[in-house]
């Protein structure tokens, strides 16, 4: 799978959206483009995939660049439960297809 | 939605011992699960593939004789951290899908934090 690179960290206003880039620019065709999120001493939770259309659902959004080198996860209204550290990952979606986690992003909302 | 229940959340063992952690899903039946370990401050790191049936596959640098995985069936998985020491202290993650290769993100666990003393 090919690799990601995120900030190490980040801080945003609650309420206000927050904007969490990740780069991948070795991305294979066939690879999607997942965020999952862990908050502190829980399991990562998903947030939400893509391959190459902007993606939305009731937690965020997915912007995709055209050449799918890089994405933006982005939470509409950040709350201080959106507090958490943030993963993308890349992955090619076949049977049995493990999850590789990075570094991923330390995201403080802070009121 | 799918659901994978982890148990114990928590433990704390004594040196030498053993210690059973166990992966459940519970309204969905998984092939595969998957084993993680996360130090603090650290990402999760992928431990072992459990395969229903079958052997597990594990990451290179893991001692598969230390970290026993056993999937029995369709639902449940174990791993049983033998001898433990110390250092095998951690927080333990299990992940399943509930279709294999399916578009939908892995499910987790809530994860066991294991302390050994």
């Known amino acids: 799978d090919a690799k990601t690179t995120q900030p190490p960290s980040m801080d945003c206003a609650e309420g206000r959206a927050a904007n969490l880039p990740c780069n991948h620019s070795?991305?294979?065709?066939?690879?999607?483009v997942y965020w999952y999120r862990q908050i502190h001493s829980q399991g990562p939770q998903y947030i939400i995939h893509g391959l190459k259309n902007n993606e939305t659902n009731e937690m965020a959004s997915l912007i995709i660049t055209e050449d799918r080198k890089s994405s933006t996860l982005i939470l509409p209204h950040a709350t201080l439960r959106d507090t958490a550290v943030y993963y993308c990952i890349v992955r090619v979606v076949a049977a049995g297809n493990k999850l590789t986690f990075g570094g991923g992003t330390r995201v403080l909302v802070k009121p | 939605g799918a659901v994978v229940s982890q148990h114990p959340s928590r433990v704390i063992c004594k040196s030498g011992t053993s210690v059973k952690i166990e992966c459940r899903s519970l309204?969905?039946?998984?092939?595969?699960m998957f084993w993680y370990r996360q130090f603090p401050k650290q990402s999760l790191m992928l431990m072992a593939t459990s395969n229903e049936g079958s052997k597990a596959t594990y990451e290179q640098g893991v001692e598969k004789d230390k970290f026993l995985i056993n999937h029995a069936s369709l639902t449940l998985s174990t791993l049983t951290v033998t001898s433990a020491h110390p250092e095998d202290s951690s927080f333990y993650i299990c992940?399943?899908?509930?279709?294999?290769?399916?578009?939908?993100?892995?499910?987790f666990g809530s994860g066991t934090r294991l302390t050994v003393v």
């Open positions: 309204d969905f039946q998984a092939t595969t």
């Open positions: 070795t991305i294979s065709g066939n690879e999607y």
């Open positions: 992940s399943a899908s509930p279709r294999i290769g399916s578009y939908l993100g892995y499910t």
